[in-house]
């Protein structure tokens, strides 16, 4: 509380003559919020992420513009104070009036709280009390018992006899999701919520984020998992484990079960929002099918085993391998999906332990090129802003990525963004969502975004819309760049990208003309034969412009999973180590070795694709995977297996039995994200508490225990697992985390760098750029291997995507109700292509490439143009990567997944 009573400086208002600073561009409701406890302000239709509604108007306080003038009644949430104002909030005439709106609300609403299972957390229920109303005078309403149960849809219910017209839900769809699906339509007693078009919510377009549920004062539209929060025990807050976003998830539980999700307004990286993945695929870690305890292969078959015989085993093979074929015979493979300091551990284990630098993951082989292309451009290869300078931009220009889908939350923000009137462009091959409501939508081919994004710098510069000032003093290379761009061919660009050059040069012209304008972009840039290039023009289109360094710009890569970019930080790859020095610098490798107290290797190691060859070849023979379905992720998977099968140990842990875990000679049972604590850092170097919320499952051991247990028993001594002492090994280390502590890090997180003081930074490269000034590079296109050598007997190009239900391999999510929403891939064709192969919606085909075919159902669609196809890769029943190209990014070794030369076959309808 800030009283300022006699402090005229400020301009204040009272609050029962008691005298508050006013904020600038708050309504009376949130300033009586922020001064107050929240409860004393009854509301039925306010929630901290929507804009005023005005519906219930409990919210009511007495105004006076001075101590002794009149009172005037008004709704809080609709009145912005003037200095001087005087608010009184609970006057007999304002108790009155609140009881009296309460009293009319239950006349038509069923008075069975006793049975509703929102008894005991009802919004409505606790307002009535608070307003100390104990029975209701008005005879019954007439219609509100004639609506049936809505049960239709995996997880979400409604009961709009329970509906009081708030109307929270329709905004919460339409301010929030941006959906638009519910609406609220006939007139006084008849007034009622559809959905769609009037149908179930399994039929509407819902994309089932739960908005709704959480906004509802009643139990009108609630979800599954509502009925047993009542008999939670506690609520503890952990970070999501899907995506990039970070999201921050309240989970309820009771007798050590998780019963329900929600999102705290309060986080700062999700405010109250959250997509179907993070707030209901929960269910998986109590899934039958989780892994309870390790396993040997004996006589070809996996049997259980304890921990003690496991670890004897791994050790005794490790032990002989490296001793007759040296460390760099045995490699790791990390995974995102745990935690930084489990990443770390990992690393550790192979450098400073086994001895090697054969140590990779999912995350430098989907971002490789981003950090690759932004540390050539900016000497750092990580977002420069963050995701809450969506609202101070003119301009967004998305690149290679469905976030709708894949990044949710951030998806829902660029599509709000969009729809409250600032500029959106997309460059994707597929008429994505956000496609839908941008100015301008660049549906290039598959493998040419370093030939349009080379129009588009070239309409930049010779349109003359540069920021010199910017380029002059603190750029480097302009003027080798013009040259260059300014003698490409327009028309073979053109032609190249199959985009009309006109759409270029209007979207080039949006970009550089917006006083601010912040680009994203995801695997359709980096997952390709020039994706490391791709990314540098990105980078180039920021530079040339001056949007880099301040608020609203800057280059933003979509990470693709929850910890991409906490598992590169952390040195999960061949040639850098945690912190990104380079382990072939004796200076550089020093700064590990003083604190690892070993000598470290100095040559890079293999990349993932790399290690499947060097398997092949008998180079490798010992393969640790901790959390990762390799013969399900990676391209080509007959040749993943064929690797696989080469070794004399594939070690596998994780939580369910995978399509790699038949190759696997150890198989140890990981603890899922629900059952460890540590940190993991988001898309924007968001650094964020992970919570333990339950024990793990008996038998079940933390990724990090099980590093730390294997470097104990091979003369590595190391505490117990715990992220504390981790994240300040990590600190001494890292240069950006510095100033990170588990105590520091807080509720929301700390963005690095953060200093030694503990200040985090929310922008990068404000007066200068980690190498001195920002490098412009030229970029000339080449076309992808992959077409050069097959497009002939191969005429179509597949394309791979993610749904919103699923997650990558799909293993945790096809283990909940998201199986129930979405069952299978499905290949995506057009109409012109669907004609010419005799092919009609549910067909099933066989889409075959250079590396082998597989079966899939198709839908006819105009999300692809003619002779693009695009699909999804969570099901391991299609396992469309068996088909997929490993071809590898010129720079960085990340496969090309979008890409590949297809041909499709009929094989009927089923």
């Known amino acids: 509380m800030n009283n300022l009573r006699g402090n005229s400086m400020k301009k204040i208002a009272y609050i029962d003559d008691t005298a508050y600073e006013i904020e600038v561009g708050e309504n009376a409701l949130r300033f009586l919020q922020r001064e107050m406890d929240q409860s004393q302000i009854p509301t039925l ?56 709106i309460v009293e009319l609300i239950l006349t038509d609403h069923p008075l069975d709280c006793e049975t509703c299972h929102q008894n005991g957390t009802c919004q409505l229920q606790t307002v009535a009390a608070t307003v100390g109303l ?143 993945k993070g707030r209901y695929a929960f269910q998986f870690y109590q899934h039958p099918d989780r892994l309870r305890h390790p396993m040997i292969r004996k006589n070809g078959e996996l049997v259980p085993s304890t921990w003690d015989e496991t670890y004897d085993y791994i050790i005794e093979k490790l032990g002989s391998i490296k001793s007759d074929y040296g460390p760099d015979a045995i490699a790791g493979i990390s995974s995102a999906r745990c935690t930084n300091e489990e990443n770390y551990l990992m690393q550790k284990m192979m450098r400073a332990v086994i001895g090697t630098n054969n140590i990779d993951g999912c995350a430098r082989i989907c971002h490789a090129p981003t950090a690759a292309g932004m540390q050539r451009a900016f000497g750092t290869g990580a977002a420069t802003n963050s995701i809450a300078d969506i609202q101070h931009t003119n301009c967004i220009l998305v690149v290679g990525a469905n976030p709708t889908n ?66 002059q003093t603190r ?46 972009h995801g695997l359709g840039v980096t997952e390709h034969s020039q994706g490391t290039f791709g990314v540098m023009l990105v980078a180039n289109l920021a530079l040339l412009t001056g949007n880099i360094g301040k608020p609203g710009s800057g280059v933003n890569p979509l990470r693709g999973q929850n910890n991409v970019q906490g598992a590169a930080d952390m040195g999960v790859q061949p040639h850098q180590g945690p912190g990104y020095f380079d382990l072939s610098d004796p200076a550089q490798r020093a700064i590990y070795e003083d604190i690892y107290k070993v000598d470290m290797p100095d040559h890079p190691g293999l990349t993932i694709p790399k290690m499947f060859e060097a398997a092949l070849t008998g180079q490798l023979k010992a393969l640790w995977i901790m959390g990762e379905d390799v013969v399900q992720t990676e391209p080509n998977s007959d040749k993943v297996k064929a690797g696989l099968r080469k070794l004399d140990l594939l070690i596998v842990q994780e939580l369910f039995l995978s399509a790699t875990t038949p190759f696997a000679h150890v198989v140890l049972p990981a603890a899922s994200f629900f059952e460890k604590n540590g940190t993991f850092t988001n898309g924007e170097r968001r650094i964020q508490k992970v919570r333990q919320i339950i024990p793990p ?59 030694e003081d503990g200040s985090d930074s929310k922008i990068l490269h404000k007066m200068a750029f980690t190498h001195g000034k920002g490098k412009i590079h030229f970029i000339d296109f080449k076309e992808s291997p992959e077409l050069i050598m097959h497009a002939k007997k191969f005429p179509y190009i597949l394309t791979t995507n993610r749904s919103l239900e699923h997650y990558n391999s799909g293993s945790m999510t096809r283990r909940t109700n998201e199986n129930l929403l979405v069952y299978e891939d499905i290949l995506l064709v057009n109409k012109e292509d669907a004609q010419d192969k005799n092919l009609v919606d549910n067909d099933w085909v066989i889409i075959s490439s250079p590396r082998g075919s597989t079966k899939i159902r198709i839908k006819v669609s105009d999300q692809v143009n003619p002779g693009i196809v695009s699909t999804t890769f969570h099901f391991p029943e299609i396992l469309i990567n068996k088909i997929t190209s490993d071809v590898l990014d010129s720079e960085a070794d990340c496969p090309e997944y979008k890409v590949v030369a297809v041909d499709l076959e009929r094989i009927g309808f089923k």
């Not at 549906?443 to 380029?471: H, K, S, Y």
Request: net charge neutral.
């Open 45 to 100: 239709c306010d929630a901290p992420h929507l804009s005023p509604g005005g519906s219930c108007r409990l919210c009511s306080v007495e105004l006076a513009k001075t101590k002794n003038g009149k009172r005037n009644v008004v709704a809080s949430c609709h009145t912005y104070l003037q200095d001087g104002d005087h608010l009184y909030i609970h006057t007999d005439r304002i108790k009155r009036l609140r009881k009296n």
């Open 134 to 276: 104990e029975k209701v005078r008005y005879p019954e309403g007439k219609t509100h018992g004639n609506y049936q149960q809505d049960l239709s849809h995996p997880y979400l219910t409604a009961d709009l006899s329970k509906c009081i017209n708030c109307n929270m839900c329709v905004r919460a769809c339409d301010e929030i999701q941006g959906e638009f699906i519910l609406s609220m339509v006939g007139r006084g007693f008849d007034s009622r919520i559809i959905k769609g078009m009037d149908t179930v919510f399994k039929d509407s377009d819902c994309v089932s984020c739960g908005a709704c549920v959480q906004v509802c004062p009643t139990a009108a539209i609630s979800d599954i998992f509502a009925p047993l929060e009542k008999n939670a025990d506690k609520k503890i807050r952990t970070v999501c484990t899907y995506c990039g976003v970070g999201c921050n998830l309240e989970v309820a539980v009771a007798d050590e079960r998780i019963i329900r999700i929600s999102a705290p307004y309060e986080a700062e990286a999700n405010q109250g929002h959250t997509c179907v």
């Open 406 to 471: 894949a990044h949710p939350v951030t998806g829902a923000k660029i599509k709000q963004a969009a729809i409250q009137g600032k500029n959106l462009i997309v460059i994707d091959p597929r008429k994505t969502e956000l496609a839908r409501y941008a100015n301008y939508h660049l549906a290039l081919r598959p493998g040419t975004n370093v030939a349009l994004l080379n129009m588009m710098l070239r309409f930049i510069v010779e349109e003359e819309l540069i920021d010199q000032e910017f380029i």
């Open 475 to 520: 750029c480097e290379g302009f003027e080798e760049f013009k040259l260059k761009i300014l003698n490409l061919d327009i028309t073979e660009l053109e032609k190249i990208c199959g985009v009309d050059r006109k759409l270029v040069r209007a979207a080039a012209i949006t970009y550089a003309t917006a006083s601010t304008a912040m680009s994203f």
């Open 697 to 755: 499952l008996q038998g079940v051991k933390s990724d990090g225990q099980i590093a730390v247990d294997i470097m104990n028993r091979m003369g590595y001594s190391q505490p117990d697992y715990n992220p504390e002492w981790v994240l300040d090994e990590i600190a001494t280390i890292v240069p950006f985390f510095k100033g990170v502590s588990w105590e520091r890090l807080g509720e929301n997180g700390l963005q690095w760098p953060v200093m």
